[in-house]
């Protein structure tokens, strides 16, 4: 009987327990309101947020003042992409983005289309990648936002966002990189990805749910936002709500961790990633969803020819796998994703993604080249 295995750090990770430990004590001892200026439990609570501010602006190579702490990367996206056309709607209620991006991006154009916005989603190759050229014959003048993630949460691929900025600068519009996936995988700097606005969320680098971040760029050019949620005018009036304390110290915390250890992280992802991959691949009829030489260092997307991924998912429940992403999983529908891609029906319904974290280990690759080789031999002897 092996051992469970932990293969879905793209839907979460644990909070590591340094994280923690920092974040405990704003529980409890030190609960005080960051908005209280009039005493000593508020000061403190309001110096570690601001402490945790430049922590996470550091991550991305921001200022502290450009960093709006939210409630996760959904949250971020929707204050960027409403927030944006509210404010520019004079300039027009055009955006652009890809076929291939997250949900929170998809769902809130879907929503903006209808209230009368236009939305122009390009499609990708089979590696992931759009056309630079038609991406910028999309942009028009009355396009206010192109939305492009820096990683893809379900297959790993990265886009070229720097050359996308400069096209979206040219045309003089502005650029949301969705960086939720890449931050603590893969450098991030919103001035060498171009990044107007950014997206984070803590949970995907080691820290708690329930908290990320928007960097709002404030110079060449200064960003301005429409606020979603209106109230006492906590962050600069773009999210109010009394601060999340712990989160945000959590948050703080993770992005030093992140930063301090990124390189090393990704040289062990990478690592174990292409050790799995390359014996699953030696299966025969198992290819690679998306481009292999742009990607993150954890993430494998594999398609295993003539499997039903959700049997296969059934026969391996000592390993938690996913199909497509945590936010579509419960539909059963097929990965948006790997369909922009042109990834034929039945090659989806056998695609696996493995996203690896830093606690896995050789031993657990070993174990998990094993146990999904069988379940793909006995499934295909049974076909
Ligand atoms: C997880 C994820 C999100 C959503 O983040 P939450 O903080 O969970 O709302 C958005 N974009 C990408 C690429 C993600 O991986």
Same mark, same amino acid.
């Given at each position: 009987?092996?051992?469970?295995?932990?293969?879905d750090?793209?839907?979460?990770?644990?909070?590591?327990?340094?994280?923690?430990?920092?974040?405990?004590?704003?529980?409890?001892h030190?609960?005080?309101?960051?908005?209280?200026?009039t005493?000593?439990?508020g000061l403190?609570?309001?110096?570690?947020?601001?402490?945790?501010?430049?922590?996470?602006?550091a991550?991305v190579?921001?200022?502290?003042q450009?960093i709006? @702490?939210?409630?996760? !990367? $959904?949250? /971020?996206?929707?204050?960027?992409?409403?927030? #944006?056309? =509210?404010?520019? &709607?004079?300039?027009g209620?055009?955006?652009?983005?890809?076929?291939?991006?997250?949900?929170?991006?998809?769902d809130?154009?879907?929503?903006?289309?209808?209230?009368?916005?236009?939305?122009?989603?390009?499609?990708?190759?089979r590696?992931?990648?759009p056309?630079?050229?038609?991406l910028?014959?999309?942009i028009r003048?009355?396009?206010?936002?192109?939305a492009v993630?820096?990683?893809?949460?379900?297959?790993?691929?990265?886009?070229?966002?720097?050359?996308?900025?400069?096209?979206?600068?040219?045309?003089?519009?502005? @650029?949301l990189?969705? !960086? $939720?996936? /890449?931050?603590?995988?893969?450098?991030?700097? #919103?001035n =060498?990805?171009g &990044?107007?606005?950014?997206?984070?969320?803590?949970h995907?680098?080691?820290?708690?749910?329930g908290?990320?971040a928007?960097?709002v760029?404030?110079r060449?050019?200064r960003?301005s936002?429409?606020p979603?949620i209106?109230?006492g005018g906590?962050?600069?009036?773009?999210r109010?709500?009394?601060?999340?304390?712990?989160?945000?110290?959590?948050?703080?915390?993770a992005?030093?961790?992140?930063?301090e250890?990124?390189?090393?992280?990704?040289e062990?992802l990478s690592k174990?990633r292409?050790?799995?991959?390359?014996h699953l691949?030696?299966?025969?009829?198992?290819?690679?969803?998306?481009?292999?030489?742009?990607?993150?260092?954890?993430?494998?997307?594999?398609?295993?020819?003539?499997?039903r991924?959700?049997?296969?998912?059934?026969?391996?429940?000592?390993?938690?796998?996913?199909?497509g992403s945590a936010?579509?999983?419960?539909?059963?529908?097929?990965?948006?994703?790997?369909?922009?891609?042109?990834?034929?029906q039945?090659?989806?319904?056998?695609?696996?993604?493995?996203s690896?974290g830093?606690?896995?280990?050789?031993?657990?690759?070993?174990?998990?080249?094993?146990?999904?080789v069988?379940?793909?031999?006995?499934?295909?002897a049974?076909?």
């Amino acid at each position: 009987m092996s051992a469970s295995v932990y293969l879905d750090h793209n839907a979460t990770t644990p909070v590591d327990p340094s994280v923690l430990e920092v974040m405990l004590p704003y529980f409890s001892h030190d609960f005080g309101n960051a908005a209280s200026h009039t005493h000593a439990w508020g000061l403190k609570a309001s110096r570690a947020v601001e402490k945790a501010r430049e922590q996470v602006a550091a991550l991305v190579g921001a200022e502290p003042q450009e960093i709006v @702490f939210t409630s996760g !990367a $959904t949250e /971020a996206i929707n204050l960027a992409i409403k927030g #944006v056309c =509210e404010i520019y &709607a004079q300039k027009g209620r055009h955006i652009v983005t890809l076929q291939t991006e997250h949900k929170a991006v998809l769902d809130c154009c879907a929503y903006l289309e209808k209230t009368g916005a236009e939305v122009t989603y390009l499609p990708v190759g089979r590696d992931g990648l759009p056309d630079l050229a038609q991406l910028e014959r999309a942009i028009r003048p009355d396009t206010v936002l192109v939305a492009v993630m820096r990683a893809n949460n379900e297959t790993g691929v990265l886009q070229p966002v720097d050359a996308i900025a400069r096209i979206v600068h040219e045309k003089k519009s502005l @650029f949301l990189c969705d !960086a $939720t996936q /890449a931050a603590g995988k893969i450098r991030v700097d #919103v001035n =060498e990805d171009g &990044a107007d606005l950014l997206c984070l969320s803590a949970h995907k680098f080691y820290g708690p749910k329930g908290t990320g971040a928007l960097y709002v760029r404030r110079r060449n050019p200064r960003v301005s936002l429409a606020p979603l949620i209106h109230g006492g005018g906590h962050e600069r009036g773009l999210r109010s709500g009394t601060l999340n304390v712990p989160g945000i110290v959590g948050m703080g915390a993770a992005a030093v961790l992140a930063a301090e250890n990124a390189w090393t992280i990704g040289e062990h992802l990478s690592k174990l990633r292409t050790w799995l991959e390359q014996h699953l691949l030696d299966l025969g009829g198992v290819y690679i969803n998306g481009s292999t030489r742009h990607r993150l260092p954890n993430t494998s997307n594999l398609c295993f020819t003539g499997v039903r991924a959700d049997q296969l998912i059934t026969r391996l429940p000592q390993l938690a796998l996913s199909a497509g992403s945590a936010c579509t999983s419960a539909l059963r529908e097929p990965s948006h994703v790997l369909l922009a891609m042109g990834i034929p029906q039945a090659d989806i319904h056998a695609s696996l993604r493995f996203s690896l974290g830093k606690d896995n280990t050789e031993e657990q690759m070993k174990e998990v080249l094993a146990a999904v080789v069988a379940a793909v031999n006995h499934l295909r002897a049974q076909a």
